[in-house]
C-alpha cells in the first residue's frame, strides 16, 4: 500500500498553519505530566502500565524517525493474536497491560 | 457541497443535530445498530430497536430531506452473551425487507473474546444467506489492531463474500492499510479522544488515497459532534486539496458503497445529478 502521499502545504506552510494548536498539546502533556507529580499521594506514575506506554511513546515523538504516529499505535496496541477465554471488561484503557496476558 | 454520514447514532441525537447537519449539506444518513450503553435484557428490546431504526428515524429523518438507512444486529458490546445472540439474530430476518435496511452492522468485536468471534462469524453467515451488505466495527484504543486482524482473518475465510460490499470502520493509522490492501471499504471516524482527529483523518487520506475510504461522525449518546463530517473538509480546504477530492470522499464514496445495497436513494432526484463520472 502506497504511504508516500505528500500534504500539500510546504514545511513553512504547516508550521504557520499548525504551529500554535500543537505548542498548545505539547503543554497540555508537560502540565499533565507534572501533575502527576503534585498528586495528592506522590505515588510514581511509572509503575501504571499505562504511563509505561507513554514514556515509549515519548521517546518515539522526540525521535527523527518518520512514522511515528503508526509507531505510537503500536506501542499502545495489545500485540498478540490469542483470543481471550472471556470477556474481562467492556471497555478499553487505551494501553496494553502484558500482565494478565503472561501469567 | 452535499455529504453523506455513513454512521450515525441518530437515535441518541435530537432532531436538531438532523436539522444541523441538513443545513451543513448532509443528504443522507447511514445508522448502523449499536450499543445503548447498557446490556439489553432480552430480544424483545431488539425487536423495539429495530422498530425504531426503520420506522421512526426514517421518518425523523426525512423531515429535512434527509434519506436514512440502517444496518441491524447484536452489536460487539453486546457479543458476549452468545444466548441472547442466538436470540437477536432469529429476529433479524423479518426486518431485512424493511425500505431502509441496507445491511447488517455494525457487527465486530470489542475485547476480541472467542464467544465475540462466533457472535461475529454468525452475523457473517446471516448476511451472507440473505444476500446482505456488512458494515462492521472495530475494537477501540489498544484492542483496535488486534482486533481489526482478527476480523480480517476470520472475513478471508468466506470465499463467498465480496470485499467491496464489506466496510470496516474506525480505521486508523496501524489499520488502514490492512483493510484497503484486502479490498474491503474502510472508515475513518471523526470522534473526539478515542478515534480520529480532523487533522490525522487528513493525513491518511494523503497518505492512502481516497479510494474506498468513507468519513463519518459515528455521532452517538457520547461526546460527539454531529456535523464533524463538515468541519472534515474545511480542514482539507485548509490545506488545499480540491473540492473535487473532497466530495469523493464525504459524498461519492459513500455513495457508490451504499447503492450496492439496491435499497439507496437520495431524497432528491437533482442531487444524483452532482455526482462526478470519474467516481471508481
Known amino acids: ?103 | 457541497m452535499y455529504y453523506i454520514e455513513m454512521h450515525g447514532h441518530m437515535v441518541s441525537r435530537t432532531t436538531d443535530d438532523y436539522r444541523e447537519m441538513a443545513m451543513a449539506g448532509c443528504v443522507a444518513v447511514s445508522e448502523p445498530a449499536f450499543w445503548a450503553g447498557w446490556d439489553r435484557q432480552s430480544a424483545d428490546s431488539f425487536d423495539d430497536y429495530f422498530r425504531q431504526l426503520t420506522d421512526f428515524e426514517p421518518k425523523r429523518a426525512s423531515q429535512f430531506f434527509i434519506r436514512h438507512v440502517s444496518w441491524l444486529c447484536l452489536n460487539p458490546k453486546e457479543g458476549e452473551d452468545r444466548r441472547l445472540t442466538a436470540e437477536v439474530l432469529k429476529r433479524i430476518p423479518k426486518f431485512l425487507d424493511r425500505p431502509n435496511v441496507v445491511g447488517i452492522g455494525e457487527i465486530g468485536m470489542n475485547r476480541v473474546t472467542h464467544n465475540e468471534v462466533d457472535t461475529f462469524i454468525d452475523h457473517i453467515r446471516l448476511a451472507l444467506d440473505y444476500n446482505q451488505m456488512i458494515l462492521i466495527h472495530t475494537p477501540h484504543l489498544e484492542d483496535k489492531y488486534k482486533g481489526t486482524r482478527a476480523t480480517i482473518d476470520n472475513l478471508v475465510k468466506f470465499q463467498n463474500l465480496d470485499p467491496n460490499c464489506v466496510l470496516i470502520d474506525h480505521a486508523e493509522e496501524h489499520t488502514v492499510g490492512m483493510i484497503l490492501e484486502h479490498g474491503f471499504y474502510t472508515g475513518l471516524t471523526l470522534y473526539p479522544n478515542t478515534k480520529v482527529s480532523l487533522a490525522r483523518a487528513v493525513d491518511m487520506i494523503e497518505k492512502y488515497g481516497p479510494d474506498r475510504i468513507t468519513i463519518s461522525s459515528a455521532c452517538d449518546w457520547g461526546p460527539s459532534v454531529p456535523t464533524a463530517v463538515p468541519q472534515l473538509m474545511l480542514e482539507m480546504r485548509r490545506r488545499g486539496h480540491s473540492e473535487e477530492l473532497i466530495r469523493k470522499l464525504v459524498f461519492e464514496n459513500p455513495l457508490k458503497f451504499l447503492m450496492q445495497s439496491g435499497k439507496f436513494e437520495l431524497p432528491r432526484l437533482d442531487i444524483h445529478a452532482t455526482v462526478s463520472h470519474t467516481a471508481p
Open chain 1, 1 to 103: 500500500m502506497n504511504k508516500q502521499g505528500r500534504c500539500p502545504l510546504t514545511t513553512s506552510q504547516i508550521i504557520d498553519e499548525y504551529f500554535i494548536e500543537n505548542r498548545t498539546r505539547i503543554l497540555d502533556v508537560a502540565a499533565y505530566l507534572d501533575r502527576l507529580l503534585r498528586s495528592a499521594d506522590s505515588q510514581p506514575a511509572g509503575e501504571d502500565f499505562r504511563m509505561q506506554a507513554f514514556e515509549q511513546a515519548l521517546h518515539i515523538l522526540s525521535s527523527t524517525e518518520p512514522n511515528k504516529v503508526d509507531h505510537i499505535q503500536l506501542v499502545f496496541s495489545d500485540p498478540t493474536t490469542e483470543l481471550k477465554a472471556h470477556l474481562d471488561t467492556k471497555s478499553a484503557s487505551g494501553a496494553w497491560n502484558p500482565v494478565p496476558e503472561v501469567r
